[in-house]
């Protein structure tokens, strides 16, 4: 079946340092991927986007990349804030159906550090 | 405008009592999922409706879970004799439709202790 995997955490960086989270996917079909964030105490909420391959997802300084040929949509920001601490999920729709239902990875905590 | 909303926020229960849990999804969403995030399994689909059908029920757990949808709007989810492998964080989440590219929109949970 689909499935995602991501980096463990936790990962802990300093004010402005340059953030990666791997994200690598299976599916069988062709899904839309997504990076959603849940930040202390708060819901989740979608943080960005990609439905098709090369597509590029960015919001708030994080972009993420739609790669077929490595099956990865891994998110990146240039210079993390110390309000971007939160825990990362990737996730991508369900390819069986129509239904839509998001598949999730474990989850990643950032914390950054003044 | 008003988000999804879920009640109660917190509930403490007893092993073997049943529990429900109610879901607002926004309104004019016409798609509703229920997951589940825990420690040990992470985010867990559960079900979702399209209007107030569910087609495809085999996210649930176990027969002791089960989910209704009434007017298209609220649902339900019901836990019969809850056992403490039940205690997580239960989400709702709704979208205009159902489909694989349109976000969804999430609640801030239920979070479920069975003691």
């Known amino acids: 079946g689909d499935s995602v995997t991501q980096m463990e955490g936790p990962v802990t960086l300093s004010e402005e340092a340059f953030l990666t989270i791997n994200c690598t996917y299976t599916?069988?079909?062709?899904?839309?991927l997504f990076w959603y964030v849940q930040y202390p105490g708060e819901g989740l909420q979608l943080l960005l986007k990609a439905t098709k391959a090369d597509d590029k997802g960015s919001n708030k300084g994080f972009e993420a990349t739609y790669r077929k040929e490595t099956t990865s949509f891994h998110l990146e920001k240039g210079s993390v804030q110390v309000s971007d601490s939160a825990v990362y999920f990737c996730a991508l729709s369900g390819t069986g159906g129509s239904q839509g239902n998001l598949i999730f990875g474990k989850g990643t905590k950032l914390s950054v550090k003044p | 405008g008003a988000g999804v909303s879920q009640s109660p926020s917190n509930k403490v229960t007893e092993k073997g009592k049943d529990v429900e849990l109610r879901c607002d999804p926004i309104s004019g969403h016409t798609a509703l999922y229920w997951y589940r995030q825990s420690l040990g399994q992470g985010l867990e689909f559960l079900i979702y409706f399209q209007g107030n059908s569910a087609p495809d029920k085999s996210g649930l757990p176990s027969d002791r879970f089960s989910a209704e949808r009434t007017g298209g709007s609220v649902s339900t989810l019901t836990i019969q004799r809850t056992q403490q492998e039940d205690s997580a964080v239960y989400l709702c989440?709704?979208?205009?439709?159902?489909?694989?590219?349109?976000?969804?929109?999430f609640g801030p949970g239920t979070r479920l202790t069975v003691t």
């Open positions: 599916a069988t079909g062709y899904p839309s």
């Open positions: 989440a709704s979208s205009l439709r159902s489909g694989g590219a349109g976000e969804q929109y």
